[in-house]
C-alpha cells in the first residue's frame, strides 16, 4: 500500500509573494513626487522653483531606473534575489534620506543625487527582483502574479500620498525635510521585505502545469539568454510597446497634482488625495491587465491600454468637471499601470524564466527613456494653466503606439523544444 504525498512544493509561494509587495510598497512611493513638486513650487518655500526644475529629480530618478535593473536583473539570475533586494532597497532609502539634507533652491543639486541618482540606481536594482523571483515561483499564474509583482509599486503612492502631504505642510519652509522621516520608514520596510526571497529550488515544477503552446498566450518552450533576446526583433517591439505605454501615462503622473488644480478647479488638499486615489488604479491596473492579458492575449491587452489613453489625453484638457476629471484619470492610471503588469509575462512567454531577470532588466531601458522624456515634454508644452497642447500631443503618441501590438507576433521566438526545459533557479 503507497502512502499520499502530501509534501506541495508550492507551499510557501503566497508568503514570498506577499513579502515582494510589501517591498515594492517602499519602492513604489516615488510615485507620489507630485506632492512634493508642488511644494517645492510654493513662494513661501526655500526653493521655489519652476515647474520644469521641480520636475527634474523625478526624471533622474526614472532615468536611473534602468541602470539598476540591469544590473540587478544580471546579478540576481546568477547570485539570487535575496541580496540584490536587500541592497537595493538599503541603497534606495540612503538616497531618500540624503535628499533630505537639501535645504533650499542652491541645494537642487543635492536634491537631484540622493533623490534621483542614488535612490533610483537603487529603486531599479531592487525593482527586478520580485519580478523575475515570482516568475519562477508562478509559471502557472504569470501573468497575474507579475501583476501582483509590481502592484504593490503602484499602491505604493496610496500609502505615501497622504503621509506626504501631512509632512510637507509641517515643513513647507523646507518641505525637503520630509524625506527624512520617508527614508527611515522605507529602510525598515524593504529589510523585512527582502528577508522573505529566495529562489525555487532546482528541479521545481507546479503539480499537473505544463507551458500552454496554443492559444491566446503562447509560452517559449526554451529559454534565450539576454544577448539571444537582444537578436531577435520581438524584443525591440515589446521595447517600444513598453516605452511608449510609459510615456503616456507617465505624462499626467508628473503633473496630475497642478493639473487637478488647473483643469478641474481642485483645491491643493484635494488634489493631494487624488494623487493618492489614483496610486489605487495605478496598482490595480497591474493585477488587473496582467491577469486580463491571460485571457485575451498579450497584444490585446496593449492595444487596448494604447487606445484608452489616446481617447482620455484628447479628452483631459477640457475636463472642467472635477468628477469627469477623475474618471479620465483613473483610466491613465489604469492603463499605466497595467504595461508594467502585463510586460513581464509577455518577456516571459517570448523569452522563457531562467534568464528573465536580466532580459526583462534591460527592457526597462523603455522606462527611463519614456519617463525622462515625455514629463519634460509635458513640463515644456504646458502654457500656463493650458494643458490642451501638451495632453493632445500626448494622446496623438498614444494612438499612433497602437501599430506596435498589430506588428509584434511570436512565431520566431517559440520554438519546439530541442531538450527538456531547463530548471527555473
Not at 240 to 269: M, P
Not at 304 to 328: E, I, R, T, W, Y
Amino acid at each position: 500500500m503507497t502512502t499520499a504525498r502530501t509534501d506541495d512544493p508550492t507551499r510557501g509561494r503566497w508568503l514570498i509573494a506577499g513579502s515582494a509587495v510589501l517591498f515594492q510598497l517602499a519602492l513604489g512611493a516615488v510615485y507620489a513626487w507630485s506632492v512634493f513638486s508642488k511644494a517645492l513650487q510654493k513662494h513661501g518655500s526655500a526653493f521655489h522653483l519652476t515647474k520644469s526644475l521641480a520636475a527634474l529629480p523625478f526624471s533622474v530618478t526614472i532615468g536611473m531606473i534602468f541602470l539598476g535593473t540591469y544590473l540587478g536583473g544580471r546579478i540576481q539570475d546568477r547570485r539570487g534575489p535575496r541580496i540584490v533586494a536587500l541592497v537595493g532597497g538599503v541603497v534606495y532609502s540612503l538616497g531618500i534620506l540624503l535628499a533630505s539634507v537639501a535645504s533650499g533652491r542652491s541645494d537642487l543639486w543635492l536634491l537631484i543625487l540622493g533623490y534621483g541618482v542614488i535612490a533610483g540606481f537603487g529603486l531599479g536594482l531592487g525593482y527586478i527582483v520580485p519580478i523575475a523571483m515570482l516568475q519562477k515561483w508562478f509559471p502557472d499564474k504569470r501573468g497575474l502574479i507579475t501583476g501582483i509583482a509590481v502592484g504593490g509599486f503602484g499602491f505604493g503612492a496610496v500609502v505615501t500620498s497622504p503621509i506626504a502631504q501631512r509632512l510637507v505642510a509641517h515643513y513647507a519652509k523646507v518641505p525637503t525635510r520630509s524625506f527624512l522621516w520617508l527614508g527611515l520608514a522605507y529602510l525598515i520596510v524593504v529589510l523585512v521585505g527582502a528577508s522573505q526571497f529566495r529562489n525555487p529550488p532546482e528541479g521545481y515544477a507546479v503539480p499537473g502545469w505544463q507551458p500552454a503552446t496554443s492559444g491566446r498566450v503562447v509560452e517559449t518552450l526554451r529559454d534565450y539568454t539576454p544577448s539571444e533576446a537582444l537578436r531577435t526583433p520581438q524584443w525591440y517591439l515589446l521595447t517600444a510597446i513598453l516605452c511608449l505605454n510609459v510615456a503616456a501615462g507617465i505624462g499626467l503622473i508628473s503633473v496630475v497634482a497642478s493639473a487637478a488644480g488647473d483643469v478641474a478647479g481642485y483645491s491643493a488638499a484635494a488634489a493631494s488625495t487624488l494623487t493618492g486615489i489614483m496610486g489605487l488604479f495605478n496598482g490595480g491596473g497591474r493585477i488587473f491587465w496582467g491577469w486580463l492579458s491571460g485571457r485575451t492575449g498579450r497584444m490585446t491587452a496593449f492595444l487596448s491600454m494604447l487606445g484608452l489613453q489616446g481617447v482620455c489625453f484628447l479628452v483631459l484638457p477640457h475636463a472642467s468637471s472635477a468628477g469627469l476629471f477623475a474618471v479620465l484619470a483613473a483610466v491613465i492610471y489604469l492603463c499605466y499601470g497595467g504595461g508594467f503588469g502585463t510586460m513581464p509575462a509577455t518577456a516571459g512567454d517570448f523569452f522563457g524564466l531562467r534568464n528573465a531577470g536580466a532580459i526583462y532588466g534591460l527592457m526597462i531601458v523603455a522606462w527611463s527613456i519614456g519617463g525622462v522624456g515625455s514629463p519634460l515634454l509635458v513640463a515644456a508644452l504646458i502654457h500656463g494653466n493650458n494643458y490642451t497642447t501638451a495632453f493632445t500631443v500626448v494622446g496623438i503618441m498614444a494612438f499612433a503606439a497602437m501599430i506596435l501590438p498589430l506588428l509584434t507576433r511570436p512565431a520566431g521566438v517559440t520554438r519546439k523544444p530541442t531538450t527538456s526545459p531547463a530548471p527555473a533557479n
